[in-house]
């Protein structure tokens, strides 16, 4: 068995997440404590009692995000919990964008401190990039990547529209200005697509609209420890063990595409057989299913689902 770890990204948050681990595991507890220590807040509070708008937007009216360190050190504490206990390391590690900072976490080279302050950042930096309802973005069903690469260069016309996520052969994300966004939409539909969703996010992820964010982030982003084993990076598709490198790869993913598709060929290239998604919810295991048929999913976001990943896994500590 070949196993890789996998952590989800932004739109996986739902108030109460993490609890029941924190409440059982005393890891898991500490990552919630270094968490609220190093934001100098209760985020443990807000992830467990909040609001949901709280929570995934803003916080006493300020441009400060939550989702992100939220999803992060949730993530961190599932990983904690199954490491305590699982006696095998993973050949891989991967996330989906924000998820891409959890793995560097697990992998060593990032600090959880340093992570979630640096996804506090992120998060804001993000916000503050694009003017509300400048931006948007919509998930597209039922089309070939390349042909929705094809129609959003139709739609541009003079603005930005461009792929922000290749979550699976069913689903790309497009991400923009909301003009470009809506005629992409128009022309996708026209074209055979199954269906066009607006997504209800605070900002145009992962295109050229979020360039600001890169000198800000570049700021922020210090030193990376040589991972413990290879972080498949969303811009590359590719393995990285190169502490040197991680910076650069981090500021290049905050305007380019994720690469989910290939990132999962490429951990299944690599002899994966089996795949942990660690952290709220289970659409990473969705997509994976949709891209590697043949992969044994499992998770690890609460007590029952540890369990049942354990017992799959056959490698518990003594």
């Known amino acids: 068995m070949s196993i890789a770890y996998i952590f989800p990204g932004q739109g996986s948050q739902s108030v109460g997440m993490g609890r029941a ?34 929570l995934t937007l803003t916080r006493n009216a300020q441009l400060t995000a939550n989702t992100q360190p ?118 996708l539909k026209a074209a055979g697509a199954k269906r066009v969703v607006p997504l209800p996010v605070s900002a145009p992820f992962h295109c050229s609209l979020m360039q600001p964010v890169v000198p800000r982030l570049a700021e922020v982003l210090g030193h990376f420890a040589q991972p413990s084993v290879p972080v498949v990076s969303n811009v590359e598709a590719s393995p990285n063990t190169d502490g040197a490198r991680v910076k650069a790869l981090l500021l290049q993913q905050v305007t380019g595409s994720v690469r989910w598709i ?34 044994e999913l499992l998770n690890v976001e609460d007590p029952a689902s540890l369990e049942k990943t354990l017992a799959a896994l056959g490698g518990v500590k003594a």
């Open 21 to 54: 681990l924190a409440d059982t595991y005393p890891e898991a507890r500490a990552v919630f404590e270094a968490a609220d220590d190093a934001l100098h807040e209760k985020l443990s509070a807000l992830i467990w009692e909040g609001d949901i708008a709280e």
């Open 70 to 187: 939220a999803i992060l050190t949730v993530s961190v504490a599932a990983h904690a919990v199954l490491s305590r206990r699982f006696d095998a390391a993973p050949a891989f590690v991967a996330g989906h964008s924000l998820g891409e900072y959890s793995a560097l976490v697990a992998a060593g080279s990032m600090s959880l401190p340093d992570a979630v302050k640096a996804v506090r950042a992120r998060g804001t930096f993000m916000q503050e990039a694009v003017p509300a309802g400048v931006g948007a973005m919509a998930a597209v069903l039922g089309l070939e990547p390349e042909k929705i690469e094809a129609l959003c260069r139709e739609a541009e016309q003079g603005e930005v529209v461009s792929c922000a996520n290749f979550n699976d052969p069913s689903q790309t994300v497009i991400a923009g200005h909301a003009g470009a966004v809506a005629r992409a939409s128009e022309l």
């Open 262 to 295: 290939e990132s999962v060929q490429a951990m299944e290239r690599g002899g994966v057989t089996t795949v942990v998604e660690l952290g709220p919810g289970r659409a990473l295991c969705g997509m994976v299913k949709r891209i590697a048929k043949g992969m």
